[in-house]
């Protein structure tokens, strides 16, 4: 079964300050991952998927077959960065679920 | 993006009575719809996965008889909390997805208060 962990539940970091939040996966089969974000006030949204190799925001995320991680990070945090992060397999055929993990709570301090 | 509206966004009820949450997909077809709850400070917890036309599939732990889900249509999907309690105050968060895309749109969420 697909299974992400997010590790921190909370970080704060300053801004300026480099920002690295974890997620590992078990995974059967070729993984496609993507976080999520969610700003106060605001409905869910996707960040980035590794498939796209994109940088959004200042974030980019390296999928790492061999620690199975597909942690965040972003080299200088802003205040705006300050959300809630979701780790999340992509639902596949076959298994069709959406299921995230516990999320991280970042803080960016001014 | 494409755009997922959830309606109500608050909603408070009389303990015993039924509440449904509406769930549109605006401007694509949404071939699978996602239920979720999320508790204060928590993750989203998904509640339960439905296909346009089938049956919903729910996860362990929820009631069916209690969240109804209905997927009637390519473009809503709809949850009824039936026989609401104290208990089933939450905020509950639909999330759809096309079948020629594996990245998911969310609802603003519904704030469910039973009192």
């Known amino acids: 079964a697909q299974r992400v962990t997010q590790p921190e539940k909370l970080l704060s970091v300053f801004k300026g300050a480099p920002v690295e939040l974890k997620c590992n996966y078990s995974?059967?089969?070729?993984?496609?991952l993507f976080w999520y974000v969610q700003y106060s006030r605001q409905r869910l949204q996707l960040l980035l998927r590794?498939?796209s190799r994109e940088s959004i925001k200042g974030f980019t995320a390296d999928l790492n077959k061999g620690e199975t991680s597909f942690h965040l990070k972003k080299p200088f945090a802003q205040e705006e960065d300050s959300a809630m992060y979701y780790c999340?397999?992509?639902?596949?055929?076959?298994?069709?679920?959406?299921?995230f993990g516990k999320g991280t709570k970042l803080t960016v301090n001014p | 993006g494409a755009v997922v509206s959830q309606h109500p966004s608050r909603v408070i009820c009389k303990s015993g009575t039924s509440v449904k949450i509406e769930c549109r997909s605006l401007?694509?077809?949404?071939?699978?719809m996602f239920w979720y709850r999320q508790f204060p400070k928590k993750s989203l917890m998904l509640m339960a996965t439905?296909?346009?036309?089938?049956?919903?599939?729910?996860e362990q732990g929820v009631e069916k008889d209690k969240f109804l889900i209905n997927h009637a249509s390519l473009t809503l999907s709809t949850l009824t909390v039936t026989s609401a309690h104290p208990e089933d105050s939450s905020f509950y968060i639909c999330?759809?997805?096309?079948?020629?895309?594996?990245?998911?749109?969310f609802g603003q969420g519904t704030r469910l208060t039973v009192v």
């Open positions: 999330s759809a997805k096309g079948g020629w895309n594996t990245e998911a749109f």
């Open positions: 995974y059967s089969g070729s993984p496609e």
């Open positions: 590794h498939i």
């Open positions: 999340a397999p992509a639902p596949q055929g076959g298994s069709e679920k959406l299921v």
């Open positions: 401007d694509f077809q949404a071939t699978t």
């Open positions: 439905s296909n346009e036309g089938s049956k919903a599939t729910y």
